[in-house]
C-alpha cells in the first residue's frame, strides 16, 4: 500500500552508496526511511547484472512511499597502474633511482612497467609520480617516449598493480575508457537519473559522456584531479551537477589544500546553480563503529553550512558493518545543524546573483516574500525542472514542493537542496493552478489550513523555461473539505 512521506525536515539531502551491506530491497527501504534521499551505484565494483536488482528495489519505494526515487551511477574512470614485480612487491628506498617504462618483465627495486603510454607522453621533469594512493612519492629526473627516470622521495614497499596518480600534468587521456561507455549505455538503459564521471581534466571531458548520455540522464562532474581546478568554472558551466571527490584530491593535493578547495568548488557550483555534493571519508569510522568521531561530525556540519546540496556516503554505507545508523547520523546531523539559528545566514555567506531574467528575479523575490509573510512553502510548476534549481540555488528558509508532469524531473530533483518533488498532471489554467497548489500543500503536509504558500509558474503552461507568474495563496478551513 503507497502511504506519502513529508517532506525531510531537513533541506541538504542525503546520497548513500550501496553495496554489499545494503543492496537488497529490505536494508534499501531501510535506508530510505533512515534518511537517505538519493542511492548512488558503484559501477567500479561487481558487474551489470547484478545492478538490475538494485535499480528495481530503489524503484520500488516509489509505490511504497509515494514519493520519487532518484538514482546516481557512478563510472569508474581510467585506473592507472604499475605492472607487476618479480615476488609480487619491491621495496623502493628514499633516495634511490627508479625507471618506469614499457618493458612487460616483472620489476624489481630499480624498474616497473607502466603500461600507460599518455604518461609517457605528457610527463615532464620535475613532475611528482604519487603510487599506492599517496603513500610512495617520486620525482621524474628525464623521461623519452619510453623509460621515465625518477628519484624516489618517499620510499617503501610497492606490489602488484598498485594505483599511480599523476598531480602535476594534464593527461592526454579521454575520461571515458570502454567499460565506463558500456556502463553508461547499461545505466542509461535502466533508466538512471544521473550519470557522475570520474577523471574531469578539462569541459571538453565532458562533451562524449553529454553524447552518449542523450538527454537521457542529468551529468555530474567529480572534481578529483587539481588540472579541473584551473578550469573549474567552464566545468561547472558543462554540467548539471559536482562531485568535490575530497578522496583523490586528498592524494594529488597536499591534504590541507583540500577544505579551501572543497569551499571554493561549493561556493563555484552554487553561484553557477548547479547542485553540489561533497563526498568521502565523511563518516569514515562508521565502516566499522556505530558512531562517528567528533571531528567526523564536525566535517560534515562544515559541508552543510557552507550549503552543499546533497552530502555522500561511501563506504560506510556500502560495504560498513553499520549502514543504516550511518545513513541516520547524517540525518540527524542534517538536522541539528539546519535547527542553528544561525544557520541561514552562514548558508548566505555565498551571495547569489541572480541574472537578469525573469525566472531569476522572481526565484529570488519568492524567497524575500517566503520571509516577509511567514509564508510556509513555495510550490513551483516545472516541466525541465529549471525553476526548481532556480529557487533552490536561492536557499530559502522554506520547504520547496515542486510539482512536474514528468517523472524523470522529478526523480532527478533528488539532489537539489530543500527540494520535495511529486509527479503530477500539468495544469491548464491559472485557477487549476492555485486549486491544484492547495491541494498538494495540504496532500504533501507543506502547508495546513490558514497558512499562505507562494507559487511559481509559467504562463501559458506547458512551456518550458517560460516561468513568469508569482502568487501569494492563503490556504482557508474549506479547502481541508476537498482533500483527499
Not at 599511480?164 to 593527461?171: A, E, F, M, S
Request: charged letters at 25%; aromatic letters at 4%; a neutral charge.
Amino acid at each position: 500500500m503507497t502511504r506519502a512521506i513529508s517532506p525531510r525536515s531537513r533541506k541538504v539531502r542525503v546520497l548513500a552508496t550501496l553495496g554489499p551491506a545494503s543492496n537488497t530491497p529490505e536494508m534499501i527501504a531501510a535506508l530510505f526511511e533512515a534518511g537517505a534521499d538519493a542511492f548512488r551505484i558503484n559501477m567500479s565494483h561487481g558487474d551489470q547484472e547484478s545492478k538490475i536488482p538494485v535499480i528495481a528495489a530503489i524503484r520500488g519505494l516509489e509505490k511504497k512511499f509515494g514519493r520519487p526515487t532518484t538514482i546516481l551511477a557512478d563510472l569508474q574512470g581510467p585506473k592507472l597502474r604499475v605492472g607487476r614485480f618479480t615476488g609480487g612487491r619491491a621495496l623502493l628506498e628514499t633516495g634511490a633511482t627508479f625507471v618506469l617504462d614499457r618493458d612487460a618483465v616483472p620489476g624489481d627495486a630499480t624498474r616497473v612497467q607502466l603500461p600507460h603510454r599518455e604518461i609517457f607522453a605528457a610527463i615532464e621533469a620535475g613532475a611528482r609520480l604519487l603510487l599506492d594512493d599517496g603513500k610512495l612519492v617520486l620525482r621524474v629526473v628525464t623521461h623519452t617516449p619510453d623509460r621515465i627516470v625518477t628519484r624516489v622521495e618517499v620510499g617503501g614497499p610497492l606490489s602488484d598493480n598498485k594505483g599511480l596518480n599523476v598531480p602535476d600534468v594534464v593527461l592526454p587521456m579521454a575520461a571515458l575508457t570502454e567499460k565506463d561507455r558500456s556502463d553508461l549505455a547499461f545505466a542509461c538503459e535502466h533508466g538512471v537519473d544521473w550519470i557522475a564521471l570520474s577523471f574531469v581534466q578539462r569541459p571538453e571531458d565532458l562533451a562524449e559522456a553529454r553524447r552518449l548520455i542523450g538527454g537521457k540522464a542529468a551529468l555530474l562532474a567529480k572534481i578529483e584531479k587539481p588540472a579541473a581546478i584551473d578550469r573549474l568554472e567552464e566545468i561547472v558551466d558543462m554540467c548539471d551537477g559536482v562531485m568535490v571527490a575530497r578522496g583523490d584530491l586528498g592524494v594529488e593535493l597536499p591534504p590541507q589544500s583540500v577544505p579551501p578547495l572543497q569551499k571554493r568548488i561549493v561556493e563555484v557550483s552554487r553561484r553557477m546553480g548547479r547542485p553540489v555534493v561533497v563526498a568521502t571519508q565523511m563518516l569514515e569510522s562508521m565502516i566499522k563503529s556505530p558512531s562517528p568521531t567528533r571531528a567526523e561530525v564536525s566535517d560534515v556540519a562544515t559541508a552543510i553550512y557552507d550549503g552543499a546540496d546533497a552530502i555522500m556516503l561511501s563506504a560506510e554505507s556500502a560495504a560498513g558493518d553499520w549502514p543504516i545508523e550511518a545513513v541516520a547520523m547524517m540525518n540527524a546531523i542534517g538536522d541539528a545543524v539546519e535547527r542553528d539559528p544561525m544557520h541561514g545566514d552562514r548558508v548566505h555567506f555565498t551571495v547569489m546573483r541572480p541574472d537578469p531574467t525573469t525566472a531569476d528575479a522572481l526565484a529570488e523575490a519568492a524567497k524575500n516574500i517566503a520571509r516577509t509573510v511567514s509564508a510556509k512553502a513555495i510550490i513551483c510548476f516545472t516541466t525541465s525542472g529549471s525553476t526548481a534549481r532556480r529557487i533552490a540555488r536561492e536557499r530559502p528558509s522554506v520547504p520547496l514542493l515542486v510539482l512536474t508532469p514528468r517523472l524523470e524531473t522529478a526523480r532527478r530533483l533528488g539532489l537539489l537542496w530543500g527540494v520535495h518533488a511529486a509527479h503530477t498532471r500539468d495544469v491548464e489554467s491559472f485557477e487549476e493552478m492555485v486549486a491544484k497548489s492547495k491541494r498538494m500543500a495540504l496532500r504533501h503536509r507543506v502547508a495546513a489550513a490558514g497558512d499562505s504558500v507562494i507559487v511559481m509558474a509559467g504562463v501559458p503552461f506547458r512551456t518550458p523555461g517560460a516561468t513568469n507568474v508569482l502568487h501569494v495563496v492563503r490556504l482557508v478551513g474549506d479547502e481541508l473539505k476537498d482533500h483527499r
